[in-house]
């Protein structure tokens, strides 16, 4: 694996339930828990995220694509839905997603290869959520 090959999101808890992810790009965002939970209600919840990434993944994927096949794109909305196990660790156990593209003379092959292509090819995003990615763990303690 190459350094390229490597992301890393370094997170820090802020105070109650609120926790700070700052990206590898320098980018932050906030998470945080539902009230009833402990939380504030100051950022979304981490399992949201994980639907934004995968929408946003493909979003940019489909976009790409359409551009290079000359699409006149005006707009691009995908409402992700996913549908969580009741018991713990409620897992996804279902993830919809509904493109809805918006422009001038848009072709329907166009939009149908570019979607396939993103779910079958290109997003990273999916693919490891689909597949599964190999997780492991360390701890340290400081005082």
Not at 26 to 51: I, T
């Amino acid at each position: 694996m190459t350094e390229a090959d490597i992301k890393e999101v370094n997170i820090k808890y802020v105070e109650g339930m609120l926790f700070s992810a700052r990206t590898d790009s320098g980018h932050e965002v906030l998470m945080d828990a539902d009230p009833k939970f402990g939380g504030a209600d100051k950022g979304p919840r981490p399992m949201d995220l994980l639907l934004a990434g995968l929408g946003g993944c493909t979003a940019m994927d489909i976009i790409s694509i359409l551009k290079k096949k000359k699409q006149e794109v005006t707009g691009l909305e995908i409402k992700v839905k996913g549908e969580r196990a009741p018991e713990h660790p409620k897992k996804y156990t279902g993830i919809e997603l509904e493109f809805r593209v918006k422009g001038k003379n848009i072709s329907e092959d166009a939009v149908k290869r570019a979607v396939g292509l993103s779910m079958d090819k290109y997003c990273s995003a999916k693919a490891t959520i689909e597949g599964g990615a190999k997780v492991t763990y360390a701890y340290r303690i400081e005082e």
